[in-house]
Every structure is written in C-alpha cells, then in structure tokens.
C-alpha cells in the first residue's frame, strides 16, 4: 500500500521514522526547530523530540557543520540542514578536508556519520549566489557520498539511508520539489529504504536512453511522454537517485539497449555529473553507440536572475526533445 505525500511530507516522514528507531540520531541548522524549518521539511518535529532532538544553530555553517563533524565522531548522528548549498563554501574546509578525511586518516578507526541535506538547484530567481548546484563538485572527492532524489519516494528512501550510512553522505534536494507529489510506501508495511549507489529505470523504452538526476529526471519523463506521443520515439528514462557511488551497471545496461543517449544535468557543462556519466559510457559501451553521446546541461553562465531567462538556462522539456530530435 501507498499514500501520496508531497517531496517535503516524505522527507519529513523519513526524518521522523529515524529519529524514533535512533536516539543518536538529531537534526542541526538554521531555523530548523521553532520555525519548523526554512522550507517546512522539519514542520512538527521540535514540538515532537523536544530541543535536546532538533536544535537551532545560529547562523554560521563553518559553526554548527563542524560542530556536526565532531559530534559525529563521538558516535551522534547529526542531519545538517544548508538553508542553500550555495552556502557551501563557508564551510569547505569541514565538509571536504574534515568530513570526507577522517575515516582513511584515521586508518579506519573513526567514521564521520554525518548527513548534510537541503537544496541545490536553480530556477527560483534568487541570484547567482543562491543558485550553485554542486553535486558534482563533491562527488570528486573520496570519502564523500552524494545522491540528488527526484521523487517523494526516492526522498524518503534517500534520506533515511543516508542516515544510517557510516560515511557523509550530501542530500542535494530541489526547492521546486519540495510540494511535488508522488507515491510513497505506507510505514505499516514495512521499512522503506532506497540503497544508495542504486539507480532506478522510471520509465522503459528502446530507441534512445535519457539518463538524469534529482529535477532533471522530471523534465526528462516530460519529454519522453512528448517524444512518444508526437513523434514516435520510445526514450527510456533513467534516474541516477545516487552521484557517489555511481550505478555504473544500469546506465550501461540501459545504453547497450538503445544504442544512443542523452545526459540530461542541472549542473554546468564543464566538469558536471554528465561529464563523468559520459566517460564511463565511452570507455565501456562505445561499441554499443549509435551515435555520439549528447548532453543538455545548464548553460554554462552564473545563475541569470531573470526568470523567463534562467528558465531557459536550465534543462527543460523542450531542450530535451530538440537535442533527441537530432538523432532521428
């Protein structure tokens, strides 16, 4: 059985399931308690776990991140909120040198359980320096697990996997889904955990693949409805769910099946998620190409503030059907 609940509502559910199985388990950040959240992901849970469960940090994430690292340490399982991931860069050198360090330097003897989470996305007009989207960036550094959930369901799953993993593991969620719907599994029939480093096929088809993650999963579904409805192309969507650790074996599987792709990414061309993605298919399915593998990716420009502009800057629909209509 399944209930439809909102990115946010599953999120939150996730949240509360492993505060109750884990007494080490508390959430850390920015207005994450009374006010229930900058973005109502956290709504109810203060007035639920009390101020020892859920605590407000003030505004300072080199601060309250690197007190999460230490805390983490000592065997706490803290949940970081980043109000942006933007933000990031205050506090570079814990989540990188810190975080990501500590178990190989330490020869295996201390893990850092951390979970950092909040979003990481353009397209809601707030400037340049809100708007980075560095999953990527992240996944470049051993140590560190990254995974970018598209669904309600694959939110709840995400995060509470993320939760029990032993390593950091970085949430990269999306303001424009967070009141999105979807089916998520009723608790009463068991505990639901999406495994990270485990893509998922959210749509079948044979003539072309279009491999995506976190919003750009939704656009690419959009686009295979258009694409199979008008112009009589089958596209099989896959959602990566996981950057780091990388399902290698289905974004092959899925390529060697239609012979053509296309990598559909809200980060910046250079360096981006479809880079790496792109790679790995040409060094171990380029027998199995078609055609050359093509990418729609944001253009490669800071965040434009205009919003019919920055619509257009990132991964939509339309440029998903364009880019698979030069292959037919």
């Given at each position: 059985?399944?209930?439809?609940?909102?990115?946010?509502?599953?999120?939150?559910?996730?949240?509360?399931?492993?505060?109750?199985?884990?007494?080490?388990?508390?959430?850390?950040?920015?207005?994450?308690?009374?006010?229930?959240?900058?973005?109502?992901?956290?709504?109810?849970?203060?007035?639920?776990?009390?101020?020892?469960?859920?605590?407000?940090?003030?505004?300072?994430?080199?601060?309250?991140?690197?007190?999460?690292?230490?805390?983490?340490?000592?065997?706490?399982?803290?949940?970081?909120?980043?109000?942006?991931?933007?933000?990031?860069?205050?506090?570079?050198?814990?989540?990188?040198?810190?975080?990501?360090?500590?178990?190989?330097?330490?020869?295996?003897?201390?893990?850092?359980?951390?979970?950092?989470?909040?979003?990481?996305?353009?397209?809601?007009?707030?400037?340049?320096?809100?708007?980075?989207?560095?999953?990527?960036?992240?996944?470049?550094?051993?140590?560190?697990?990254?995974?970018?959930?598209?669904?309600?369901?694959?939110?709840?799953?995400?995060?509470?996997?993320?939760?029990?993993?032993?390593?950091?593991?970085?949430?990269?969620?999306?303001?424009?889904?967070?009141?999105?719907?979807?089916?998520?599994?009723?608790?009463?029939?068991?505990?639901?955990?999406?495994?990270?480093?485990?893509?998922?096929?959210?749509?079948?088809?044979?003539?072309?693949?279009?491999?995506?993650?976190g919003r750009s999963v939704i656009h690419a579904l959009a686009a295979a409805e258009t694409l199979q409805t008008e112009h009589g192309i089958s596209?099989?969507?896959?959602?990566?769910?996981?950057?780091?650790?990388?399902?290698?074996?289905?974004?092959?599987?899925?390529?060697?099946?239609?012979?053509?792709?296309?990598?559909?990414?809200?980060?910046?061309?250079?360096?981006?998620?479809?880079?790496?993605?792109?790679?790995?298919?040409?060094?171990?399915?380029?027998?199995?190409?078609?055609?050359?593998?093509?990418?729609?990716?944001?253009?490669?420009?800071?965040?434009?503030?205009?919003?019919?502009?920055?619509?257009?800057?990132?991964?939509?629909?339309?440029?998903?059907?364009?880019?698979?209509?030069?292959?037919?």
């Amino acid at each position: 059985m399944s209930r439809t609940l909102t990115y946010r509502e599953a999120l939150r559910e996730g949240l509360d399931e492993e505060l109750a199985r884990d007494p080490n388990v508390v959430l850390l950040g920015e207005e994450v308690a009374q006010y229930n959240g900058a973005y109502k992901v956290t709504e109810g849970l203060w007035k639920k776990w009390g101020d020892k469960r859920i605590v407000d940090t003030p505004i300072s994430e080199a601060g309250f991140i690197g007190m999460g690292i230490g805390a983490s340490m000592l065997g706490v399982r803290p949940v970081m909120e980043l109000m942006f991931w933007s933000f990031h860069s205050v506090a570079f050198d814990q989540l990188v040198n810190n975080a990501a360090c500590v178990r190989y330097m330490s020869g295996g003897l201390i893990n850092c359980p951390i979970v950092m989470r909040g979003p990481a996305n353009g397209g809601t007009n707030v400037g340049a320096t809100h708007s980075h989207i560095p999953e990527g960036l992240f996944a470049a550094f051993p140590g560190l697990k990254v995974c970018a959930p598209a669904t309600p369901a694959d939110a709840k799953g995400l995060i509470k996997a993320a939760i029990r993993d032993n390593d950091p593991v970085y949430v990269m969620e999306n303001t424009l889904l967070y009141g999105t719907t979807g089916e998520v599994p009723d608790p009463a029939e068991g505990d639901y955990v999406v495994p990270l480093g485990k893509a998922d096929i959210k749509r079948e088809g044979k003539d072309i693949s279009l491999i995506a993650h976190g919003r750009s999963v939704i656009h690419a579904l959009a686009a295979a409805e258009t694409l199979q409805t008008e112009h009589g192309i089958s596209a099989e969507v896959v959602d990566l769910r996981s950057i780091r650790p990388l399902d290698v074996d289905t974004i092959l599987a899925s390529v060697k099946k239609t012979n053509r792709v296309v990598l559909v990414d809200e980060s910046k061309p250079f360096g981006g998620v479809s880079a790496m993605v792109a790679t790995l298919i040409q060094e171990h399915a380029f027998d199995y190409l078609d055609a050359p593998i093509k990418r729609v990716c944001t253009i490669d420009a800071p965040a434009i503030y205009s919003p019919h502009i920055e619509n257009e800057q990132l991964p939509n629909p339309r440029r998903i059907v364009e880019k698979v209509r030069t292959f037919f």
